[in-house]
């Protein structure tokens, strides 16, 4: 079988990443995730540019009441990383976490007499009624581990051993107030007091669901990727391949590996959607494991957007296909420009070709860009 080239697997990522969709409504809104799958959201604004850059034209308003209305639901689950999903994606995302972070419950909290899943239905007590403030919900479990576990559970206190009490997929996450593109969302509830139609999902049944729309999102993929995405072994993914049987198919790619694509090819969406102003922890560079992460740009490129010290990703430039800069929003005096910096070898562009994409993000934002600079790269 005749090898994908670079830019075939460029090609059929980015129809997949900016499909056609007709409208800037809450369905349509809603629409864009269930295509794209999990957005991953440490940064507040995330979810809102993950629209804004591929479906140019939505109001901030819009978004923010879906997630005020959670029919947009975010919370800490693949990895132990906060995701934006819908409904229906959470419910499975839930299931998959669950099983994924059961060992390092266990391991790290070194549970003795309380299994993980004993853990989880306290948590969830505790946040069945009312939104739980981060800290209260520690408090409350560290009392709980110290009347029923071992010293070593109850007397760990640290970063990892906190956001491990808190970090629970079955819970919400929220703001205190509606500005949810700029607060720490610190406050949980659990998801199906607030949802009580959120659906039950096994493992194995939640996972190959998931890898199919991750496919259907990044697709092709490696094994690694999909393990990588939602935190599973390679077997767990292989078990998820075969169950999703023919609508799956395997496809020689440049770098050797083999990638897994739906059988259904993209026949719709954009090749080249122009210039968009992508997200920090954009889906075109965390959709996939480490050593894929270049489908875009080039391996010496990464540094520059990447900063594997501490896990962030800076917001970055689509143009042309490829990633060409990143760029930030600067307030001064309640006046906002953004910068951009360009990727070396990429020569700055022009500043109108950034006037469709400022509009987009302005709409999302809410926000006003008084001023575009372009600079070149380091």
């Known amino acids: 079988m005749r090898r994908l080239t670079t830019d075939e697997l460029r090609r059929r990522t980015l129809q997949r990443q900016f499909p056609k969709i007709n409208g800037t409504d809450p369905e349509s809104v809603l629409e864009l995730f269930t295509r794209l799958g999990p957005i991953q959201s440490q940064v507040p604004r995330a979810p809102f540019l993950a629209v804004s850059s591929r479906l140019p034209g939505v109001p901030y308003s819009t978004i923010r009441d879906l997630f ?22 959470f419910a499975m995302l839930d299931a998959v976490a669950r099983r994924t972070r059961a060992a390092q419950l266990r391991n790290y909290l070194k549970l003795d007499q309380v299994t993980p899943e004993q853990l989880a239905t306290e948590v969830e007590a505790f946040t069945a009624a009312d939104w739980r403030a981060r800290a209260d919900i ?22 990892l051993s906190d956001s491990l009490l808190w970090g629970h997929s079955g819970l919400l996450r929220r703001p205190r107030d509606e500005r949810w593109e700029k607060r720490t969302d610190i406050l949980h509830r659990r998801a199906r007091s607030v949802v009580p139609e959120l659906t039950q999902h096994q493992f194995d049944e939640a996972l190959a669901a998931l890898v199919r729309v991750h496919l259907g ?25 075969k169950a999703l049987g023919e609508n799956v198919v395997r496809l020689p ?17 954009e090749e080249d959607p122009g210039l968009r102003l992508l997200p920090e922890f954009d889906g075109l560079l965390v959709g996939y494991a480490g050593k894929h992460r270049t489908r875009f740009l080039e391996d010496y490129q990464l540094p520059a957007i990447w900063a594997k010290v501490n896990g ?20 001064r005096s309640n006046r906002t420009a953004v910068e951009v910096r360009m990727l070396d070898p990429h020569p ?14 302005e709409a999302a934002l809410a926000v006003k860009v008084a001023d575009l600079q372009v600079l070149a790269g380091d």
């Not at 520690?138 to 581990?145: F, G, K, P, Y």
């Not at 999102?217 to 391949?241: E, I, K, N």
């Open 253 to 269: 790619g440049p770098d050797r590996d083999d990638h897994l694509d739906l059988a259904e090819p993209p026949t719709e969406g």
């Open 312 to 331: 962030l990703f800076a917001p970055i430039v689509l143009y042309d296909g490829h990633i060409v800069a990143s760029w930030k929003t600067l307030t």
């Open 217 to 241: 999102s990044y697709g092709p993929a490696t094994r690694d990727d999909l393990a990588f995405f939602f935190g599973t072994s390679l077997g767990a993914v292989d078990t998820a391949v």
């Open 348 to 361: 700055r562009l022009a500043e109108d070709l950034f006037s469709d994409a400022i509009l987009a993000t």
């Open 68 to 89: 005020e209305q959670h029919r947009l639901l975010k919370t800490t689950n693949i990895r132990g990383t906060v995701h934006t999903s819908t409904r229906e994606h």
């Open 138 to 159: 520690v408090t409350h479990l560290r009392t709980w581990l110290t009347e029923r576990d071992s010293v070593g559970s109850a007397s760990l206190r640290d970063t």
